[in-house]
């Protein structure tokens, strides 16, 4: 094995373990915060998270949503924040992310 070899399979362990931590991090926020106690329920998730958090931390959101539906993200990243469950629902990790930015900008803040 040369050094070459062994240089890429450290860069590919470091992606597959800490890319998503300092790319996505509101999209982690997210996760841990409102996907997972409402397992199965994405809308719902993204309805509480609209009426709960800031205008800042919503655009946080969409930034990291669209960087995910234009193909931005690591495959390893977005495996280990979001699960093989939402790929598999709609194929891929793209239209997932297109489906959240659609519920996100149709859901409303109600005072």
């Given at each position: 094995m040369s050094e070459f070899d062994l240089e890429a399979d450290i860069e590919e362990l470091i992606e597959r373990n800490y890319v998503g931590v300092t790319n996505f991090p509101n999209l982690q926020f997210f996760m841990k915060n409102y996907a997972k106690a409402l397992p199965g329920s994405d809308g719902?998730?993204?309805q509480l998270?609209?009426?709960y958090e800031s205008l800042e931390k919503k655009r946080s959101l969409q930034r990291e949503l669209f960087q995910i539906r234009n193909g931005a993200g690591s495959i390893y990243a977005l495996e280990k924040?979001?699960?093989p469950k939402r790929k598999s629902a709609l194929g891929n990790?793209?239209?997932w992310a297109l489906k959240l930015l659609v519920m996100l900008s149709s859901s409303?803040?109600?005072f």
């Open positions: 719902k998730a993204i998270f609209n009426y924040i979001l699960g990790y793209e239209a409303q803040k109600v």
